[in-house]
């Protein structure tokens, strides 16, 4: 019986686990994969933990959805056949139109080696600079790290005496990356006065377990973060860096207030709570359409930790595990964003890599854009909606059998090993790239040089431009009844196309519902499971709906890993950046619909 140590690939914790068990098998015998372990070993992070997700892993790569061949057309071929359909397409719009027009889109489900290989095979074979990563959720996050430089700043006054303890959590990261709470809970009580600050709209898993929540306002968080590090800043009379303040020194606690819906008192009280901790954790956890502004939020709370008198970490915990890691290859080298491109005829083909775009983000222009007639090739582990329109696909391997780098944090590279075999007629990213270009007349074999852009910058340039951007988000939404909310649930990891395959998710939450307060139950005449029409500026779809406590006045919230949630964000570009810009969405509910 073999025995395989590797990392979990469901979320950016990559938990180590152990699958024991035989070689893969074509049925479930002794000598298939058997079971999936902790990894109790002392020096294993999260104690050995796996949450309810990491434990159905080995459901997850035996799964019998997984597609193992290609198709061409819908119809079910070989891999020669596929590649070669591929490299003729490709070839055929290179040749005619010029590299430029093609396009290589790349998600998370690659290793920073093949990532690296990508943009090589998009430079010397396809000769496009068009290379993205699509992660919406983490995107602005590294951006912000990269252009702020906060490594110099320190605490300016001496350490508390005593040993309490504070942890400053924004957003849900009890839900987003559950092992979290393992050692911040036992933390949290193993000393009396130590404490949980949760900021969030609602009462999310994390926030049940807050000794002081500050209940913000939807996309408010970026506001009351900046409060605290204002109200902080001001005691401890630290320095920071020029552009950050400069912006501290001109926000008035006026518009704090009203931006973020807390009031300054609370704000000064989790402040002085944080000051007089002899050690602060803060955890930063988004989610498509959490925050208003997220980079403002990481840069913020990272400052806030740094100048911090107690010992602290800063932990943004990134909802894709190597999505950092493909930032970091691709900004290294000279790409040319081109989300803002996909509809009509600039872009005649698409390359997608470890992404199920269709499940990440259903907006109108990527759904245009995979049904206008350009040649799409992806590479799938299911066979989603991304599949049934591309012209080629490619059976995907999940990080789980992939040797290579991965990236999960800023600072934290993993290298995976020893690697479970792939389903029997999977490929790798790397592999396929590899036939794709020797099919193309070129020759990608060995080793790839892979160089990253990891080095932060210093002024933190456009720091002010942000908060105006964000000012004018959440004054947008002030004149809306009701405001749509992300709504995470821990069975589920990102846009769910991996986590909606598992059995434990498809019994406990198989579809999306919508969550109200009681009184908009009531003032909408609305009794459990009605079925609500939700309409947004980005689509709308119906949904059961569900009454909680853990909303007040006119938020609702959705649950986000399924594309029918996800289309109601509205597709809005970023000018500066071309980032797609996610936020709360004002909504409207339809009571009249039909009973489910």
Request: proline letters at 5%.
């Amino acid at each position: 019986m073999s025995e395989i140590t590797n990392y979990c690939s469901l979320c950016s914790l990559a938990c180590p686990v152990i699958f024991r068990g035989g070689k893969r098998g074509p049925i479930f015998s002794k000598d298939s994969i058997l079971t999936i372990d902790w990894d109790t070993r002392e020096e294993s992070k999260y104690g050995g933990s796996l949450c309810a997700r990491g434990n159905a892993a080995v459901e997850f790569v035996s799964h019998p959805k997984r597609i193992n061949y290609p198709f061409v057309l819908g119809e079910r071929t070989g891999i020669d056949a596929a590649v070669k359909e591929t490299a003729k397409s490709l070839s055929a719009i290179k040749n005619k139109s010029g590299g430029e027009k093609i396009g290589v889109l790349i998600g998370e489900n690659l290793t920073n080696e093949e990532a690296a290989l990508a943009l090589k095979f998009a430079r010397e074979v396809i000769g496009t600079s068009k290379v993205e990563l699509f992660a919406p959720d983490d995107t602005p996050l590294f951006r912000s790290w990269l252009g702020c430089d906060l490594s110099g700043l320190s605490p300016s006054t001496e350490k508390p005496s005593g040993t309490r303890q504070v942890f400053l959590m924004i957003g849900d990261s009890f839900s987003e990356h559950p092992c979290t709470a393992k050692p911040v809970l036992a933390a949290k009580n193993s000393g009396r006065g130590n404490e949980i600050i949760v900021i969030s709209p609602e009462i999310s898993h994390t926030a049940w377990f807050a000794g002081r929540h500050l209940r913000c306002r939807p996309g408010g968080e970026a506001a009351v973060v900046a409060g605290i590090l204002k109200s902080v800043a001001q005691t401890t009379a630290n320095g920071l860096v020029p552009e950050l303040k400069k912006l501290m020194d001109g926000i008035e606690w006026n518009d704090i207030e009203r931006l973020g819906g807390v009031k300054k008192d609370a704000i000064e009280s989790a402040a002085t709570s944080i000051l007089g901790a002899v050690n602060i954790e803060t955890y930063v956890s988004n989610i498509f359409g959490r925050f208003a502004m997220p980079g403002l939020v990481s840069l913020f709370a990272e400052a806030l930790t740094a100048i911090c008198p107690g010992d602290s970490k800063f932990d943004a915990q990134f909802v894709q595990q190597n999505s950092w890691g493909i930032y970091s290859v691709l900004a290294a080298g000279e790409t040319t964003p081109f989300l803002s491109k996909l509809e009509g005829d600039e872009v005649e083909a698409l390359v997608i890599l470890g992404l199920d775009i269709f499940s990440a983000y259903p907006a109108g222009p990527i759904e245009n854009a995979l049904r206008e007639k350009k040649f799409t090739v992806a590479s799938q582990m299911f066979f989603g909606q991304t599949a049934s329109r591309a012209n080629v696909v490619i059976p995907a391997a999940c990080l789980m059998e992939k040797k290579g780098t991965v990236s999960p944090s800023f600072g934290e590279d993993l290298v995976r090993e020893d690697v479970i075999d792939p389903p029997g007629g999977v490929l790798t990213d790397g592999e396929f790239l590899v036939a794709l270009a020797r099919e193309m007349g070129s020759d990608l074999s060995g080793s790839v040089d892979v160089v990253r852009k990891t080095s932060r910058g210093s002024s933190g340039e456009g720091v002010v431009a942000d908060w105006t951007a964000f000012s004018n988000t959440i004054r947008g939404l002030d004149a809306s009844d009701l405001v749509l909310i992300p709504w995470s649930e821990a069975v589920h990891v990102a846009d769910g196309s991996t986590s909606r395959n598992l059995h434990w998710s498809e019994v406990t939450c198989p579809e999306p519902r919508l969550y109200v307060s009681k009184e908009i139950m009531d003032k909408l005449d609305l009794t459990e499971n009605d079925l609500v029409r939700v309409s947004s500026e980005g689509g709308e779809t119906m949904l059961p709906v569900e009454a909680t406590e853990k909303l007040q006045g006119g938020t609702v919230a959705a649950t986000i890993h399924f594309p029918s949630v996800r289309k109601l964000f509205p597709w809005k570009l970023d000018d500066r950046r071309g980032e797609v810009l996610l936020a709360p969405v004002p909504v409207n509910l339809d009571s009249q619909s039909e009973k489910s």
